[in-house]
Every structure is written in structure tokens, then in C-alpha cells.
């Protein structure tokens, strides 16, 4: 039986992956703060499918109870890591709180990189096994997302593509899931009004759709968007690097003085 450990599954999108994978005859290692949420959801989800769920009650900008949840990982025997813990901050970059944007930073950075670190050795001695990465549409348009959340989904998104151009070949394959607005509190808990927002998405959608993805082995997964070829455009424009890159500053660069 394979086992996936779930970070941030205690509400939200992460909650619908451990639902979704449990029926996909999964063991669970459901990972958050709330223990009293993650054993309503395993008795939830003991009641339904016939899976093994083991809590993990962590604060994952702790660097000790982080350390556990590495521990955890390193065991070996982890097939699927969904690293989907994550809080939104909003305002602007200049009016930030300086300790805010550091939690933050914790939350959405050092953890799913730390944790995807503790994994990859035995995945690739395996030669097998999945990450699933969450970051956001907001990565590709961080105009529209002021402050730092948009910069924490981006490195998501290029520590996907980085990770899966490493061990896809060895057997592990990385997915990177880039929802937009998606119905969880996630809004609610950054101060944000939902009811303002066009186009949210049901979660229950939104982690099906990312799940397709994932059948498919898709290497960036974005559930809203239609039409699929406007992401292919954007990845041959950036094939670009670096076939244009030069060893010397392109002329315009040059001092003419
Ligand atoms: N919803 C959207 O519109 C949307 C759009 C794009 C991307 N995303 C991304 O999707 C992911 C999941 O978001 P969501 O919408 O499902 O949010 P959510 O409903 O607020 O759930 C967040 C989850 O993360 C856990 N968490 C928060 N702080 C934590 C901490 N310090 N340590 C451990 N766990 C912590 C929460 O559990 P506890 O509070 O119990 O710890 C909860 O289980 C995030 O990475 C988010 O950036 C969401």
C-alpha cells in the first residue's frame, strides 16, 4: 500500500488531497497545527475507506517541530509528499510587517523545500514517487498580488520545474499545482473578502482537476485555464534561455562614452 503525507490538511485544498487520495486506497500522514482538525478528518475518513492515517501535529515555521516532519519524511516510506501548507499575506511590499513576511517565508518557502529535501534522497534510491507542489496563478501575474505572496508561489513554481528537470529522470515525478481563486479560508484568515473576488473555483474542483494532472503527469498543472496552449506559448517563449545568451553584454549594454 503506498502512503502520501500531506502537509496543511487540515482544511482547505490540502484536506480535499488526503478525502482524494485515501480513496485511492492511500495511507495518510496528515501534517498541521489543528490536531483536533486532522482527528475529525481521520475519523472522517477511517469511517469510509479502509486506509491507515497517522497526525502529525506541526507548526511548520517551528524549526523543531519542521525538523519532525522531515524526520518523518526521511523514514523512507513516504510515495507521494503534497506540499500544500500555505498562508496568503495581504498588503503592499512597503507597508509589510518585517516578522509577518518572515513567518510567511517559513510557511510557504523554507517548508515545502526542506520537506521536498528530506524526501528526494529516498524517492530516487527508490526510483520512484511523486511531489505535488502548490503555488498559484498569481506567480505569472504578481502585478495583480502585491507583497511578497506572489514571490513565495513563484519560487514554488521554479522549484517544481528545477526539482523535476533533476529527478524526473530518476523515477520521481514533480508536479507543480497553480490554482487561482479557490473557496477555503485561506481569504478569510488574510483579511480578505472572497465575495469580492470573480471566478472562485469550488475546492473540491479545483484538487480533481489537479489530480488529472497528475494522472497525466503533467509537470504544471493551472485547473482555471482554459485554453492549455496559452501556458505552452509561454514556455517556448522561455526557451529563449539560453540559447540567447551570450558571453559578453549584449550591444545595447555597452558603454559608448
Ligand atoms: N485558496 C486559494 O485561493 C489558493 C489559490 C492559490 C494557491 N493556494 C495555495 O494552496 C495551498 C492551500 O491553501 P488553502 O486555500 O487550502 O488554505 P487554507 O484553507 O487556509 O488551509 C491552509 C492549511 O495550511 C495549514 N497551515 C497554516 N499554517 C500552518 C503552519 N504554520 N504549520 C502547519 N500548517 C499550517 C492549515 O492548518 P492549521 O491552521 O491547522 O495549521 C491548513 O490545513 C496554499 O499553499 C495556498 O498558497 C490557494
Do not use: C
Amino acid at each position: 500500500m503506498q502512503t502520501a503525507l500531506i502537509t496543511g490538511a487540515s482544511a482547505g485544498i490540502g484536506a480535499v488531497y488526503a478525502r482524494r487520495f485515501a480513496s485511492r486506497g492511500f495511507n495518510l500522514v496528515l501534517v498541521a497545527r489543528s490536531s483536533e482538525k486532522l482527528e475529525d478528518l481521520s475519523a472522517e475518513i477511517a469511517s469510509t475507506h479502509a486506509v491507515e492515517v497517522e497526525i502529525l501535529s506541526a507548526d511548520l515555521t517551528n524549526p523543531a517541530q519542521l525538523a519532525a516532519v522531515s524526520e518523518r519524511l526521511s523514514k523512507g516510506d513516504i510515495d507521494v509528499l503534497v506540499n500544500n501548507a500555505g498562508a496568503a499575506l495581504l498588503g503592499t511590499f512597503e507597508e509589510a510587517d518585517a516578522a509577518a513576511m518572515e513567518r510567511l517565508l517559513a510557511l510557504n518557502v523554507t517548508a515545502p523545500t526542506l520537506l521536498a529535501s528530506a524526501v528526494v534522497p529516498g524517492m530516487v534510491k527508490r526510483g520512484s514517487g511523486a511531489i505535488i507542489n502548490l503555488g498559484s496563478v498569481v506567480s505569472l501575474m504578481p502585478q495583480y498580488f502585491p507583497g511578497i505572496y506572489s514571490a513565495t508561489k513563484s519560487y514554488m513554481l521554479t522549484l517544481s520545474q528545477g526539482l523535476s528537470a533533476e529527478v524526473g529522470q530518476k523515477g520521481v515525478y514533480v508536479q507543480a499545482v497553480l490554482p487561482a481563486a479557490t473557496r477555503t479560508e485561506i481569504w478569510e484568515k488574510a483579511g480578505a473578502d472572497l465575495s469580492q473576488i470573480p471566478n472562485v473555483m469550488e475546492v473540491d474542483d479545483l484538487v480533481d482537476a489537479a489530480l488529472v494532472g497528475f494522472d497525466l503527469r503533467e509537470a504544471v498543472t493551472i485547473p482555471p485555464l482554459a485554453d492549455a496552449g496559452l501556458w505552452d506559448a509561454l514556455e517556448q517563449a522561455r526557451a529563449v534561455f539560453p540559447s540567447g545568451l551570450g558571453g559578453s553584454p549584449a550591444a545595447r549594454y555597452l558603454n559608448h562614452s
